[in-house]
């Protein structure tokens, strides 16, 4: 499915905007495939302003720090615009996804060797390593 979605942005940026998509989120959210996160993942790198890209990773560790309480990656994401200062509305994502893959995991995180342990409110964390 995302090699199908690829070949079809692909066709649709020569076709349609001269293989040069422009940096606007509308545009973006026009692509089958391409949500709010992802446009926001584009427009925080090479974009004039940043964004915040929020995946399943931001959502669940930013939720379980007790940093933000909302039920989905788009209500954290307006919570986090609130909230989080804008110089690290870029790279929060580059830094939790890969936390959030091997350290705050979806089931059973690692909250006996979390290095930000003593700071989280482990919201929602029944059951831990
Ligand atoms: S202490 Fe546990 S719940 Fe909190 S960030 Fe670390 S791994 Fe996640």
Redesign the pocket.
């Known amino acids: 499915m995302k090699a199908y979605r690829i070949r079809d942005i692909a066709r649709r940026a020569v076709a349609e905007f001269g293989g040069d998509i422009p940096c606007e989120q509308d545009v973006l959210l026009s692509f089958k495939g391409v949500g709010p996160k992802c446009a926001n993942l584009v427009l925080g790198i090479v974009g004039e302003q940043p964004y915040i890209g929020v995946d399943i990773h931001v959502h669940r560790?930013t939720n379980?720090?007790g940093y933000v309480a909302a039920r989905t990656a788009e209500k954290t994401m307006a919570a986090l615009q609130e909230k989080l200062p804008r110089r690290y509305w870029v790279e929060i994502n580059a830094l939790l996804v890969p936390f959030g893959k091997h350290?705050?995991t979806g089931v059973r995180?690692?909250?006996s060797t979390?290095p930000?342990?003593d700071m989280?409110r482990?919201v929602g964390?029944t059951s831990?390593r």
Do not use: E, M
Request: glycine share 0%; charged share 15%; net charge positive.
């Open positions: 560790v379980r720090w350290v705050c995180p690692k909250c979390c930000v342990l989280c482990q964390v831990h």
